[in-house]
């Protein structure tokens, strides 16, 4: 098991530009989560998807943003037009339906608009 | 609308001593509560939950009390070791099966030696 992972760690990107993060969960895990964090802040949800189904997401996710997890592994965050707001960790997590559905985050992607 | 709020932004305890970090809600609908730790530019790191149904749960050197009357939970961690000096973050749900994790602000300890 070597948790959840995503790529890249870092995003130095213009504004305007479109950037897209990978996230790789753990294997065995259906739910995926996308979160973003800001400097001084806890992490804010986004979206979710139980296998390739996004079946929940934030009103923080405007009509630039889109997610996807097309065969129910791993997922991709694009982020269109970035906006200098848009600067923040984003977060991906995982978790396997039990007793308890505990998220387990990977490290995220810091991403700079400059 | 900060539902879960961890009103200290930092905390300094010497080690060996007892750390106490504590968290409100608002939302009486949430039912299930976690702590994370987070090292810096490294993912929150799971360590410790409680379901509603309980007001105490222990793993190790972390206890987590919670009092649903108050809606405050607290973590305790004793005794306190350099490892521990990281940001802790609450979290709550509603419902052990459910989705959406809400997180408070955080909060900075620092264990010295």
């Known amino acids: 098991d070597t948790g959840v992972s995503q790529d890249p760690r870092h995003k130095i990107t213009k504004r305007g530009q479109n950037v897209t993060f990978r996230c790789d969960p753990i294997s065995e895990h259906n739910r995926l989560y996308w979160y973003r964090q800001t400097l001084g802040q806890g992490p804010e949800f986004l979206t979710y998807?139980?296998?390739?189904?996004?079946?929940?997401k934030s009103r923080l996710l405007s009509d630039r943003f889109s997610a996807e997890r097309p065969k129910g592994s791993f997922s991709t965050l694009e982020i269109q037009r970035t906006e200098q707001g848009d600067s923040a960790m984003y977060l991906c997590?995982?978790?396997?339906?039990?007793?308890?559905?505990?998220?387990?985050f990977g490290p995220g992607t810091r991403l700079t608009v400059l | 609308d900060q539902q879960v709020k961890q009103n200290s932004p930092s905390l300094s305890v010497q080690e060996g001593r007892i750390s106490i970090l504590n968290c409100d809600y608002t939302n009486s609908m949430f039912d299930y509560f976690l702590w994370y730790k987070k090292y810096p530019a490294e993912g929150p790191t799971f360590l410790i939950s409680i379901s509603s149904i309980k007001d105490k749960n222990e793993d190790g050197r972390f206890t987590v009390f919670l009092n649903k009357s108050a809606k405050h939970l607290s973590l305790h961690i004793v005794p306190s070791q350099p490892g521990d000096s990281a940001v802790y973050f609450c979290?709550?749900?509603?419902?052990?099966?459910?989705?959406?994790?809400?997180f408070g602000q955080g909060t900075r300890l620092t264990i010295n030696p």
């Open positions: 997590a995982s978790s396997f339906r039990e007793p308890t559905d505990t998220q387990y």
């Open positions: 979290a709550a749900k509603r419902g052990q099966g459910a989705q959406k994790l809400v």
């Open positions: 998807f139980q296998n390739e189904a996004q079946l929940e």
